[in-house]
């Protein structure tokens, strides 16, 4: 990484330091995520992850970034990393000082109206959502917590008391600005990172098994282009094949060695 121009590839391999599970390590459980047409199409089981999500999002904007977002950051002032592609979610990244980083699925931090596409904080919601809601914490979170999902919302069961609101403007559904399974990245993010993965001299994977074509794609398209890749993870990956070189550990202490 002493060349300088190195992008990162991060997933939710890079955040368990923090606190926050992933979805495919060798010890996670099994996780189904929510899928787009889910969300839209069932106002009970959209209500019952906004019950969810009201729980969990504040446990997500709670976590810290761990070692590895930290070196990440001090690299990038170094000139060594040129920018950062993440698929999570948590914006960990960004409150560690990271300056040029691309949220491919978006941001827990942000709700959309699907109707008229306007953006409000997820802080804003959260004040709505408990006026409307008043005890409801109290009433599912025990003395142990609750579990949290790595898309910030918590493991509950008993949701059909939630009540959930609609946009402020046109009434309309309101949904976290992340990009779900089965929905697309939006085409202009997907060029930007295409964009720095060509200006690159390398490509490193950081904690992700690639599962999902939406991250894979970039290593590929590195491969194709003769931009050596790297890859940093636990468990195997699909990228494995593409990989000038795989080392099988943490983020955080790859990362920190190279401070």
């Known amino acids: 990484m002493a060349d300088g121009r190195v992008v990162a590839l991060t997933g939710a391999g890079m955040s368990t330091d923090s606190g926050i599970p992933d979805y495919r390590g060798p010890d996670s459980p099994p ?22 999500n009201h729980v969990g999002w504040r446990h ?6 761990n070692a590895g977002h930290r070196a990440l950051a001090e ?3 170094g000139g060594t990393v040129s920018g950062v592609i993440t698929q999570n979610v948590d914006m960990l990244h960004t409150k560690a000082g990271s300056r040029s ?11 959309r109206c699907l109707d008229c596409d306007r953006l409000v904080s997820r802080v804003a ?6 006026a409307a809601n008043p005890g409801f914490i109290e009433s599912v979170v025990g003395a142990d917590g609750v579990e949290i999902a790595p898309d910030a919302d918590a493991i509950i069961e008993s949701t059909a008391h939630f009540r959930m609101v ?23 993010r997907v060029r930007s990172a295409y964009d720095m993965v060509d200006a690159a001299r390398s490509l490193v994977v950081l ?26 993870n636990r468990g195997r990956t699909r990228g494995d094949e593409f990989a000038a070189q795989k080392i099988e550990a ?3 202490e790859v990362l920190a060695s190279f401070l």
Request: aromatic share 12%.
């Open 60 to 65: 997500m904007d709670a976590t810290r970034p």
């Open 31 to 52: 996780r189904n995520p929510m899928t787009f047409q889910q969300f839209i199409g069932d106002d009970d089981f959209r209500r019952h992850y906004w019950a969810r």
């Open 207 to 232: 904690g992700s098994s690639l599962t999902v074509m939406s991250g894979l794609r970039f290593v590929r398209h590195a491969w194709k282009n003769d931009i050596p890749v790297f890859i940093v």
């Open 75 to 77: 690299l990038e002032r």
């Open 166 to 188: 609609g946009c402020e403007v046109c009434g309309g559904i309101l949904k976290p600005d992340i990009v779900y399974f089965g929905e697309s990245v939006p085409k202009p």
């Open 125 to 130: 919601l959260d004040e709505r959502l408990t």
């Open 250 to 252: 943490g983020c955080s």
């Open 101 to 111: 980083v691309i949220d491919l699925h978006g941001v827990y931090g942000r709700v």
